[in-house]
């Protein structure tokens, strides 16, 4: 009784500090928000690059931390070729294969993040329906390799779509066919792909040996392999000279090479959790430890 007693004069007023911490929580979360929201509309260019940069960045403090070296050294292997192909497609002036270069790479590695992602899901759903029992897997092994394939796929996934669009707009802004803002440098010819830069041989309405010739509803042209990673991989869904809108429909008759809204609004979820959600957990924390809070 007296040891009841003393708990309770030792946890007396808890209920109130905990009762402000979680109004501190959601009012930080609501703010920051707000704040993340009007800074990406206001300037989204630093936001894109500095959200890019967390993203890249925080997952490796917890990897060291956590010793989870499977992680680190596809990181270390997936960032030095990135980097490498980043630096590419910044140089000026601009190599000519440096386009098709950039564009095959991270198209690769968006259709390996979406297959892992797929798999990772179904590995999941399989153990929470019991089917790994038919395997004889444990449970705790089945649900660790669903949620990790899950994971890889979606964090890379993520990553290769903003250094993507980024070097898509280095690209094809130093080519000078395109610019965000104004008209373009450069005037269009008939026979010259907007994207990179370079002659087109095969005509729209030939079958190419290599790659085929798109031409969208503006009647601008572009290689198969340019147009699919403007697209797919830059994030881009107007013509990369007039920017009328692409129909994605008809130029992407498989439903698998579709950039798929659901898709990219979860990659947008998960870009937020990794790179900003860390950073308001530890100003909370922050404002707890200033106000005494504990």
């Given at each position: 009784?007296?040891?009841?007693?003393?708990?309770?004069?030792?946890?007396?007023?808890?209920?109130?500090?905990?009762?402000?911490?979680?109004?501190?929580?959601?009012?930080?979360?609501v703010v920051a928000q707000l704040l993340l929201v009007q800074w990406k509309q206001r300037h989204p260019r630093?936001?894109?690059?500095?959200?890019?940069?967390?993203?890249?960045?925080?997952?490796l403090y917890f990897t060291v931390k956590l010793h989870w070296w499977r992680f680190l050294v596809i990181w270390i292997l997936f960032s030095a070729v990135t980097a490498f192909v980043t630096f590419r497609a910044t140089r000026k002036p601009l190599v000519q294969t440096?386009?098709?270069?950039?564009?095959?790479?991270f198209l690769l590695i968006y259709k390996i993040s979406y297959a892992t992602?797929?798999?990772?899901?179904?590995?999941?759903?399989?153990?929470?329906?019991?089917?790994?029992?038919?395997?004889?897997?444990?449970?705790?092994?089945?649900?660790?390799?669903?949620?990790?394939?899950?994971?890889?796929?979606?964090?890379?996934?993520v990553l290769e779509r903003d250094f993507a669009e980024m070097c898509a707009d280095y690209m094809a802004s130093t080519?000078?066919?395109?610019?965000?803002?104004?008209?373009?440098?450069?005037?269009?010819?008939?026979?010259?792909?907007?994207?990179?830069?370079?002659?087109?041989?095969?005509?729209?309405?030939?079958?190419?040996?290599i790659e085929n010739t798109y031409r969208l509803s503006c009647n601008h042209?572009?290689?198969?392999?340019?147009?699919?990673?403007?697209?797919?991989?830059?994030?881009?869904?107007?013509?990369?000279?007039?920017?009328?809108?692409v129909d994605l429909k008809?130029?992407?008759?498989?439903?698998?090479?579709?950039?798929?809204?659901?898709?990219g609004q979860l990659l947008d979820w998960l870009r937020y959790l990794v790179a900003w959600q860390p950073v308001i957990i530890g100003l909370v924390q922050g404002i707890n430890y200033i106000l005494g809070l504990e």
């Open positions: 009784m007296v040891e009841h007693a003393r708990m309770h004069a030792k946890h007396r007023g808890h209920e109130a500090m905990h009762a402000e911490m979680v109004l501190i929580l959601i009012a930080t979360l630093s936001y894109n690059m500095v959200t890019l940069f967390q993203m890249w960045v925080v997952p440096t386009p098709r270069l950039v564009y095959k790479w992602g797929i798999v990772g899901y179904m590995a999941v759903m399989f153990t929470l329906f019991g089917l790994n029992l038919l395997f004889k897997i444990k449970p705790e092994d089945a649900m660790d390799f669903g949620i990790s394939l899950l994971f890889y796929g979606l964090y890379y996934g080519i000078g066919f395109y610019s965000e803002s104004g008209m373009p440098t450069k005037h269009l010819s008939d026979s010259v792909c907007a994207v990179c830069g370079q002659q087109i041989f095969v005509d729209v309405s030939e079958e190419g040996i042209v572009f290689h198969e392999f340019c147009i699919r990673g403007w697209c797919i991989v830059g994030k881009k869904q107007t013509c990369p000279y007039c920017k009328e809108k008809r130029m992407f008759s498989n439903p698998w090479e579709r950039p798929h809204v659901m898709y």
